[in-house]
């Protein structure tokens, strides 16, 4: 890519400015990543070892589970900020239970499934009643983190026994990957085959690049919406069991603000918040960016809070990169177009 | 051409009472609020209980202020609550070096930094063409870690702040806490420029159709960077009150507002694509939440229900102000069909 001559990039640069765009952005995000270890390793030796990128993953578990399907909400031109208010609800959900006597075999079905109906309520008013998805998710970010004290108040359920609550703290046997990073890998690998290669996939890009054309192409907008987001709750769903366990407590205020953290991150891999598009490995290497950048300040005894600083100037940059390269680009052909003395580039590079 | 005048006109005063219906709506609810806790408790009505009731409300009602201009361009601006935070920690740092400083000074550099965060928010938004949420939401980390490097673990107590100051958060004149009256002061000037100012209509134009706007001549980049300096310039402001109502600052002051204040935007029947709502209606919309808040303590519903009522009742909004705006778009179809005939 980097024996691109400056004609064929520009060339194609007209031709498909999204998809080059976006390129570049996973690029710079690898890039970014590998860095982040290398400095990491650098300023603190252990830091690229099982053990701490075992911490690591274990730390971004729950923004990775539920990255995954607003990756897919946000393509389509949606949101949904109700998912760690849906967490909470869940984790809630589980600790009553629990207390109630039931068996955990059959809380954690019951709460996936209070997850999946808490985003079908989002989808019935986004989709049926025609409501923005902004205004409703905020609503129901209130209303179901207000359940969930509802439901357990402010006490804590902690006695959760060990036989689960150790899968929210130890590896996978013989490895160092925590469980719910396996989970993840298994499920972000899913959620990719089927945003990137399956006719619901397109169908998803079609809804969040022109609403209309996607309806009048015979795609069925409002159920595509309404089943991302069933998808979108039952994954928060997922994401408040895996919280209960690894910190072994059920709280009304679990996960409380992490649906910006999330949002963050996958705006961060290079979706657009104006839906259409976007690559899910560009959200799973902004998830483990964002980790990585918290590992390595916390390694190295910089206060987490510089960490907000840097998550928000990459949020930032990750909207003005694209527009400055565009614009840079522009600048660039005009120049050469002005000045019929440079160099002529071989014809039909592209 | 003269009936389709008519039509628009009519039209337009249907707009008109609809919006008026909007804040009749809150004000009706409020009321009900009300009446209901009264009969059960009568020293709801009391007069301190009152002022408590405005008191509680004016620091996120004075955020809806800057946040409906933004809200009505079709913007938000989500980073409020940490502006809020920076500002409400530089003004306890500013006195805690220098004890004797006027209030008026702490005021105006209240005023002055937030409006330089609201200026780095428009001018990335405006300048930079790029959505307003994923910016503010960036601001959002990057004011609130400013803020936690600055403060580090520190708190700022009472006993720090010259009495001027907290007299600003806690007196009042003629029994209106000063809150309150700044509050109120700057709703009405904002509902004044809003609706008789060229610049004021223009927000709305922009709002509607921005590139209707742009066509029209407005100048929508400077207007929409004009509105993030005002929300930030405003957030600054309510970071001094904050301060001076509550003494206690660390540097977590103000986290989460922005929901908060988008919450009130929206009950107060701002449309979040922008183009229509009023500051009057935000203000009553925050008033409403937070006397909702107060009026669950009262009736001795278990705090916890709070949440979930302020919840339902956003939803509550939303589906009612689809209905409304549903019901007035047939009508109008209806009318400019009638007078095209």
Request: charged residues 10%; glycine residues 12%.
């Amino acid at each position: 890519m980097a024996a691109d001559t400056p004609a064929a990039r520009s060339t194609r640069q007209d031709q498909r400015p999204g998809l080059r765009r976006l390129l570049r952005w996973e690029t710079a995000l690898v890039l970014l990543l590998v860095a982040v270890g290398l400095v990491g390793e650098q300023t603190s030796p252990g830091f690229l070892t099982g053990a701490n990128l075992f911490y690591l993953g274990l730390d971004v578990g729950e923004i990775a589970l539920m990255a995954l399907p607003l990756t897919m909400i946000i393509i389509a031109g949606e949101i949904d900020l109700s998912i760690a208010s849906i967490l909470g609800l869940t984790s809630a959900l589980l600790g009553w239970l629990w207390n109630a006597g039931w068996p955990l075999e059959l809380i954690f079905p019951t709460v996936l499934v209070a997850g999946a109906l808490a985003g079908a309520l989002n989808g019935f008013f986004v989709t049926r009643l025609g409501l923005p998805s902004l205004a409703v998710t905020i609503g129901t970010l209130a209303l179901y983190r207000g359940l969930a004290f509802v439901i357990l108040g402010d006490q804590a359920v902690a006695d959760f026994p060990a036989s689960y609550t150790r899968y929210g703290t130890t590896p996978v046997p013989g490895t160092h990957i925590p469980y719910p990073i396996a989970f993840f890998a298994v499920l972000a690998a899913l959620f990719g085959v089927v945003l990137h290669a399956t006719p619901f996939g397109r169908s998803v890009f079609a809804i969040g690049a022109n609403q209309e054309a996607a309806f009048f192409s015979g795609i069925r907008v409002k159920r595509t919406k309404f089943i991302l987001y069933v998808l979108s709750g039952a994954m928060s769903g997922l994401a408040g069991i895996v919280f209960t366990l690894r910190f072994a407590s059920a709280r009304a205020d679990n996960g409380a603000g992490l649906e910006l953290a999330v949002v963050a991150a996958v705006l961060l891999g290079g979706v657009s918040i104006f839906g259409g598009k976007g690559t899910l490995g560009g959200v799973v290497a902004a998830v483990f960016l964002l980790g990585g950048i918290r590992s390595a300040l916390i390694l190295n005894d910089v206060s987490n809070d510089i960490l907000n600083v840097v998550t928000g100037l990459l949020l930032i940059g990750s909207v003005i990169a694209p527009n400055a390269i565009a614009a840079v680009g522009r600048a660039v052909s005009r120049r050469r177009s002005a000045s019929p003395a440079a160099p002529a580039e071989p014809a039909g590079a592209s | 051409m003269e009936a389709t005048k008519g039509g628009q006109r009519s039209g337009s005063h249907l707009v008109e009472v609809a919006f008026r219906v909007r804040e009749l709506g809150i004000l009706a609810a409020l009321a009900l609020v009300v009446v209901i806790t009264t009969a059960y408790s009568p020293r709801f009505l009391s007069g301190q209980s009152l002022r408590d009731l405005l008191l509680n409300a004016s620091i996120i009602a004075l955020l809806t202020v800057g946040q409906t201009l933004v809200v009505i361009t079709r913007n938000v601006d989500l980073s409020v609550g940490s502006v809020l935070g920076l500002t409400a920690f530089m003004t306890g740092n500013l006195f805690v070096g220098r004890p004797g400083m006027p209030v008026v000074v702490a005021v105006l550099a209240g005023l002055l930094a937030g409006a330089v965060c609201g200026a780095i928010n428009g001018a990335v938004t405006a300048v930079g063409k790029v959505p307003s949420l994923v910016v503010t939401l960036g601001t959002l980390y990057v004011f609130r870690g400013i803020d936690y490097a600055w403060a580090g673990g520190r708190q700022i107590n009472a006993a720090d702040l010259p009495d001027s100051l907290l007299t600003l958060g806690s007196g009042r004149f003629l029994g209106v806490p000063y809150l309150v009256a700044i509050t109120v002061l700057l709703v009405a000037v904002a509902a004044y420029a809003l609706r008789s100012y060229r610049a004021g209509r223009e927000l709305y134009a922009i709002g509607s159709n921005p590139d209707a706007a742009l066509l029209a001549g407005i100048p929508v980049g400077r207007r929409v960077f004009a509105a993030f300096v005002l929300s930030g310039a405003v957030a600054g402001l309510a970071g001094v009150l904050f301060t001076a109502r509550y003494g206690t600052v660390d540097a977590t002051a103000g986290t989460g507002f922005e929901l908060q204040v988008i919450s009130a935007v929206v009950v107060g029947g701002v449309a979040i694509f922008g183009g229509s709502g009023s500051v009057v209606g935000a203000a009553l919309g925050a008033l409403l939440l937070s006397t909702i808040g107060s009026a669950i303590v009262v009736l001795r519903v278990p705090s916890f229900w709070q949440q979930a009522i302020v919840g339902a009742l956003l939803i509550g909004a939303i589906a009612l102000d689809r209905l409304l705006g549903l019901r007035i778009a047939a009508a109008l179809r209806q009318r400019s069909i009638r007078s095209g005939s």
